[in-house]
């Protein structure tokens, strides 16, 4: 009777270990993209404008390399978002427009930390 329990224990052993995974896996790649944009700002406030949008290409480039595993395991949507204001952003420091640029920087670091709230393993998440 005790085999019978193995197997619905591994492999809710397994969905954990993943979901552990990905949760700190989304927080490092999210507490990365927005230390870059914060790189991207202090930039812009200097003044250095290429050196901004430059910045923030790179960062978008590491953004992009991510996006199948990001569409695999969190909402379409709020990656969709994020990936507007990526645009928007490289729109507005393309013009050099310092208060659009910040506020569409602000905006995107904190949809950046909301998708990795998103994937933490809490009450809230799995209710």
Same mark, same amino acid.
């Given at each position: 009777?005790?085999?019978?329990?193995?197997?619905?224990?591994?492999?809710?052993?397994?969905?954990?270990?993943?979901?552990?995974?990905?949760?700190?896996?989304?927080?490092?790649?999210?507490?990365?993209?927005? $230390?870059?944009?914060?790189?991207?700002?202090?930039?812009?406030?200097?003044?250095?404008?290429?050196?901004?949008?430059?910045?923030?290409?790179?960062?978008?480039?590491?953004?992009s390399?991510?996006?199948?595993?990001?569409?695999i395991v969190?909402?379409?949507d709020?990656?969709?978002?994020?990936?507007?204001?990526?645009?928007? $952003?490289?729109?507005?420091?393309a013009?050099?427009?310092?208060?659009?640029?910040?506020?569409?920087?602000?905006?995107?670091?904190?949809?950046?930390?909301?998708?990795?709230?998103?994937?933490?393993?809490?009450?809230?998440?799995?209710?």
């Amino acid at each position: 009777m005790k085999k019978a329990y193995l197997p619905p224990l591994a492999l809710l052993a397994v969905i954990l270990a993943f979901a552990l995974w990905n949760s700190a896996n989304m927080t490092t790649h999210t507490t990365r993209w927005r $230390a870059q944009l914060g790189q991207v700002d202090a930039l812009a406030q200097g003044g250095d404008w290429s050196g901004a949008a430059f910045a923030l290409s790179d960062s978008y480039e590491d953004w992009s390399r991510r996006q199948t595993y990001l569409h695999i395991v969190t909402e379409h949507d709020a990656v969709d978002d994020a990936e507007a204001m990526y645009r928007r $952003a490289m729109a507005f420091a393309a013009v050099r427009e310092p208060n659009e640029f910040r506020a569409e920087l602000s905006d995107l670091r904190d949809q950046l930390r909301l998708l990795a709230e998103m994937e933490r393993l809490t009450v809230k998440n799995v209710l």
